[in-house]
């Protein structure tokens, strides 16, 4: 008689593992997370080029948000801002060698897309509902923290805060774009929204809460302080990425869409 050991080997042998079940993509219209990695490692197979392929899938994608080994990956914030470029991300991420490495980093880290084509030709391929969402994450988001970033600088300059007992200027910078300290605005936040803030938050709670700020900011500050903060915004915008941003105008208001 077999042992149990032997037992365990020959039944594990004799046992094929499960096939991986196969995802079937449809040819058009939305796209659930595993039909829109398997297209897109499919198109890349047969070598379709990268970038166009990606503005494809993202233009089909309809998860706002997904998690994946515990992480979640929030697309579009309180149903407005779409964060396209945490979508390439995740994208890129499945495609492995199949992009070249400087290339995902141009486009990540700079917003420089591989074959440098223009905001149009961004808004044709991604449609205009998800272009729609992508200016409310860029005024909402970027911006937002770009105009914190420029207040903290100037605080700075200034020495505000050199003396014992100041607030640093990342936080002073709150009470000098919205008038209220950070902790007041978190505090309005929690009430406004019923949502959890606390000291340790991920970046996607820390978006939707600077995306909250930006429509405070727009509910609360004078017409002209508000045009004039979001000019100021972008000028930075436009030093720190040397003439690349792709954000220009006037404030808008957000486009309420669904994915």
């Known amino acids: 008689m077999p042992s149990t050991e032997t037992q365990q080997r020959s039944s594990t042998t004799e046992t094929p593992p499960p096939k991986a079940k196969r995802v079937r993509v449809p040819k058009e219209g939305p796209l659930n997370p595993p039909q829109a990695v398997t297209l897109f490692k499919r198109m890349l197979r047969r070598g379709d080029p990268w970038y166009p392929a990606l503005l494809e899938i993202v233009s ?4 706002a948000e997904e998690e994946i080994d515990r992480i979640r990956y929030r697309y579009l914030i309180a149903g ?26 141009r486009l990540l880290v700079h917003g420089i897309p591989p074959d440098d084509s223009s ?12 272009h729609s969402a992508h200016l409310n994450f860029q005024y909402g988001v970027t911006i937002e923290q770009l105009l914190l970033l ?12 050199a003396g014992a007992g100041q607030p640093e200027a990342d936080v002073a910078a709150y009470n000098a774009v919205y008038g209220v300290s950070y902790l007041e605005l978190v ?11 606390g000291e340790r938050v991920s970046q996607s709670e820390f978006q939707a809460f600077t995306y909250w700020c930006s429509k405070y900011r727009l509910r609360m500050g004078e017409p002209a302080r508000v045009a004039s903060d979001t000019r100021k915004a972008l000028a930075l915008m436009s030093r720190l990425e040397a003439g690349r941003g792709r954000v220009s105008g006037a404030t808008r208001a957000p486009v309420v869409i669904d994915l």
């Open 60 to 63: 089909r994608w309809s998860a």
């Open 80 to 105: 407005e801002a779409f964060d396209w470029l945490l979508l390439a991300e995740r994208l890129i991420g499945e495609a492995g060698d199949d992009i070249p490495a400087w290339q995902a980093e």
């Open 119 to 130: 905001e149009e030709d961004f808004a044709r391929a991604v449609g205009p509902a998800k």
């Open 150 to 161: 420029s207040s903290e600088l100037e605080l700075q300059k200034v020495g505000r805060l």
């Open 187 to 197: 505090a309005i936040y929690r009430t406004e929204t019923g949502l959890d803030f």
